[in-house]
T-cell receptor, first 113, second 110 residues
Framework: EAQVTQNPRYLITVTGKKLTVTCSQNMNHEYMSWYRQDPGLGLRQIYY???????DKGDVPEGYKVSRKEKRNFPLILESPSPNQTSLYFC????????????FGQGTRLTVV | GQQVMQIPQYQHVQEGEDFTTYCNSSTTLSNIQWYKQRPGGHPVFLIQ?????EVKKQKRLTFQFGEAKKNSSLHITATQTTDVGTYFC??????????FGQGTRLTINP
């Protein structure tokens, strides 16, 4: 089954404790991205990747890092989480860039206390 | 930068009533996509519009892309409880980014 898998689904952590949210897709998609969803703000892009070893900032990259060492995986890293990073995070992948359907993961609800 | 604005933010209707959400861009879009997110779920692709003035239908859903390719709408005829969720439009920014509108949350009174 074609899918994007994120883990964990839920996470509560403390300020400053490094964490990683994993994302994996099995569709051989080149384009992957991370979004955060906050009430009234829709989905805002954090980082995206055009292909292996090619990543770039989205609209809200501050406080986040990503890597793309393999085509299927695109982890999101919070080196020192802060409460303003409490949000619902989605990973997405698509065959192309902006002109093809994006497939979203199930989401990760992160709470930073 | 280019923004995609979506209105209304919320819409509550009686089951059987129609529903419309509108999406407006500050710049011309090469294409526009629509997604639906059920409560507690993730966004799911509905459709993509590419041509100026394009109209596409999916059962009770009608999607339109404006002549100037700067606006789009999603209209649902005779809503059903299964239509509940948040509807997002999304348009490209530059060659590599996809920008989402704020979404319209639809609730339905059965």
């Amino acid at each position: 089954e074609a899918q994007v898998t994120q883990n964990p689904r839920y996470l509560i952590t403390v300020t400053g404790k490094k964490l990683t949210v994993t994302c994996s897709q099995n569709m051989n998609h080149e384009y992957m991205s991370w979004y955060r969803q906050d009430p009234g703000l829709g989905l805002r892009q954090i980082y995206y990747s055009m292909n292996v070893e090619v990543t770039d900032k989205g609209d809200v990259p501050e406080g986040y890092k990503v890597s793309r060492k393999e085509k299927r995986n695109f982890p999101l890293i919070l080196e020192s989480p802060s409460p303003n990073q409490t949000s619902l995070y989605f990973c997405a992948s698509s065959l192309g860039r902006w002109n093809t359907e994006a497939f979203f993961g199930q989401g990760t609800r992160l709470t930073v206390v | 930068g280019q923004q995609v604005m979506q209105i209304p933010q919320y819409q509550h209707v009686q089951e059987g009533e129609d529903f419309t959400t509108y999406c407006n861009s500050s710049t011309t879009l090469s294409n526009i996509q629509w997604y639906k997110q059920r409560p507690g779920g993730h966004p799911v692709f509905l459709i993509q519009l590419v041509k100026s003035g394009e109209v596409k239908k999916q059962k009770r859903l009608t999607f339109q892309f404006g002549e100037a390719k700067k606006n789009s709408s999603l209209h649902i005829t005779a809503t059903q409880t299964t239509d509940v969720g948040t509807y997002f439009c999304a348009g490209p920014r530059g060659a590599q980014k996809l920008v989402f509108g704020q979404g319209t949350r639809l609730t339905i009174n059965p």
